[in-house]
């Protein structure tokens, strides 16, 4: 009789690990290859302009080349353009470059059958001061920005050329690349300035923005050995979408490189996004725990945020993570 009772509580223990293995739902990698080749040249055209500070001829002839591809791969793109005022009162011409899916199905809360509406945003614009960088003669020459804002629209572009040529996306996706992120107040300043960074998604957010089911915002996302961690505002206003992105990378096989640990809060373009335009919005941005010159790498506003140190293998796992969630949502 004993034996009896302990075969059937075998049987019984196998069937309720068949039940949950067979309710753990694996989403397969997507075939669709992001190229990291092809997001690379992206990111060396864009420095081939030279640093990309506000007001200057670099910057508005890169807003034009930007312009021009988006366009080239289908999008319709809208200049937003406003004069914004920078923490030493600098008046900033601005441009928020913003590339629309020409097919806008209706918003998903309003149409159970439509596709769900992905904002993907980077800023574009170069910090004019070195101001982190080892060597103080540095301070006040301008970055070249291949990290920190070249490698977050490359990306994007790639990304919009890939929807091009792949109709099978879960979700409708539109790009906005937002400028004046980068003139928050220097290091070697003592002025003020809580709200100098970022202006340019502040103004965005502010003006009637569409509505978006979520956001994705692409922050240094080409460094070598970059890591990515769940960043504080983003784990606040959109952990959902966290846990979203996050899963998308185990799938893609990037579980490496997106770490499931929390880092610090960052002031950066997803905050307006969250709190004034109203749409959960996460930081995919680089952090090096353990780096001593700061945690956003040894790049981070020096002159060394050039091509040399943009790793095509840190491009490929964020915009294959990308393709994963577009493709799988």
Same mark, same amino acid.
């Given at each position: 009789? %004993?034996?009896?009772?302990?075969?059937?509580?075998?049987?019984?223990?196998?069937?309720?690990?068949?039940?949950?293995?067979?309710?753990?739902?694996?989403?397969?990698?997507?075939?669709?290859?992001?190229?990291?080749?092809?997001?690379?040249?992206?990111?060396?055209?864009?420095?081939?302009?030279?640093?990309?500070?506000?007001?200057?001829? !670099?910057?508005?002839?890169?807003?034009?080349?930007?312009?021009?591809?988006?366009?080239?791969?289908?999008?319709?793109?809208?200049?937003?353009?406003?004069?914004?005022?920078?923490?030493?009162?600098?008046?900033?011409? !601005?441009?928020?470059?913003?590339?629309?899916?020409?097919?806008?199905?209706?918003?998903?809360?309003?149409?159970?059958?439509?596709?769900?509406?992905?904002?993907?945003?980077?800023?574009?614009?170069?910090?004019?001061?070195?101001?982190?960088?080892?060597?103080?003669?540095?301070?006040?020459?301008?970055?070249?920005?291949?990290?920190?804002?070249?490698?977050?629209?490359?990306?994007?572009?790639?990304?919009?050329?890939?929807?091009?040529?792949?109709?099978?996306?879960?979700?409708?996706?539109?790009?906005?690349?937002?400028?004046?992120?980068?003139?928050?107040?220097?290091?070697?300043?003592?002025?003020?300035?809580?709200?100098?960074?970022?202006?340019?998604?502040?103004?965005?957010?502010?003006?009637?923005?569409?509505?978006?089911?979520?956001?994705?915002?692409?922050?240094?996302?080409?460094?070598?050995?970059?890591?990515?961690?769940?960043?504080?505002?983003?784990?606040?206003?959109?952990? !959902?979408?966290?846990?979203?992105?996050?899963?998308?990378?185990?799938?893609?096989?990037?579980?490496?490189?997106?770490?499931?640990?929390?880092?610090?809060?960052?002031?950066?373009?997803?905050?307006?996004? %969250?709190?004034?335009?109203?749409?959960?919005?996460?930081?995919?941005?680089?952090?090096?725990?353990?780096?001593?010159?700061?945690?956003?790498?040894?790049?981070?506003?020096?002159?060394?945020?050039?091509?040399?140190?943009?790793?095509?293998?840190?491009?490929?796992?964020?915009?294959?993570?990308?393709?994963?969630?577009?493709?799988?949502?």
């Amino acid at each position: 009789m %004993n034996r009896i009772y302990y075969f059937a509580f075998l049987l019984m223990a196998f069937s309720c690990c068949t039940t949950k293995k067979s309710q753990q739902v694996t989403v397969p990698a997507v075939a669709i290859e992001f190229n990291a080749d092809s997001a690379y040249a992206f990111c060396a055209a864009q420095c081939a302009f030279g640093p990309r500070t506000m007001n200057s001829e !670099a910057h508005d002839r890169c807003a034009a080349w930007i312009q021009q591809q988006f366009q080239r791969y289908g999008y319709d793109v809208t200049l937003q353009q406003a004069d914004l005022r920078g923490y030493d009162g600098t008046v900033l011409h !601005a441009t928020n470059i913003i590339a629309a899916s020409v097919e806008r199905p209706a918003v998903s809360q309003q149409s159970p059958t439509a596709k769900p509406r992905l904002l993907v945003c980077a800023h574009w614009d170069s910090r004019p001061w070195a101001d982190n960088d080892p060597d103080s003669a540095n301070w006040h020459k301008p970055v070249m920005a291949a990290n920190d804002g070249a490698s977050g629209v490359a990306v994007m572009l790639e990304l919009a050329r890939l929807l091009q040529q792949h109709d099978s996306a879960a979700v409708a996706v539109d790009f906005v690349c937002f400028d004046a992120e980068d003139w928050g107040v220097p290091q070697w300043s003592d002025a003020a300035g809580a709200d100098s960074w970022a202006l340019g998604s502040q103004h965005w957010s502010a003006n009637s923005p569409k509505p978006y089911d979520y956001g994705i915002l692409l922050d240094m996302v080409g460094g070598q050995g970059a890591k990515f961690y769940r960043e504080g505002y983003s784990m606040e206003h959109a952990a !959902a979408i966290v846990e979203k992105v996050w899963q998308a990378a185990a799938a893609a096989g990037y579980g490496s490189v997106f770490i499931n640990r929390d880092s610090g809060y960052i002031t950066d373009d997803h905050v307006s996004v %969250n709190e004034k335009a109203g749409i959960p919005c996460v930081d995919i941005i680089n952090h090096y725990p353990d780096c001593r010159q700061s945690s956003f790498g040894p790049t981070w506003h020096t002159v060394s945020d050039d091509m040399q140190h943009i790793d095509r293998n840190t491009l490929r796992a964020v915009g294959q993570t990308l393709v994963q969630l577009i493709f799988t949502e």
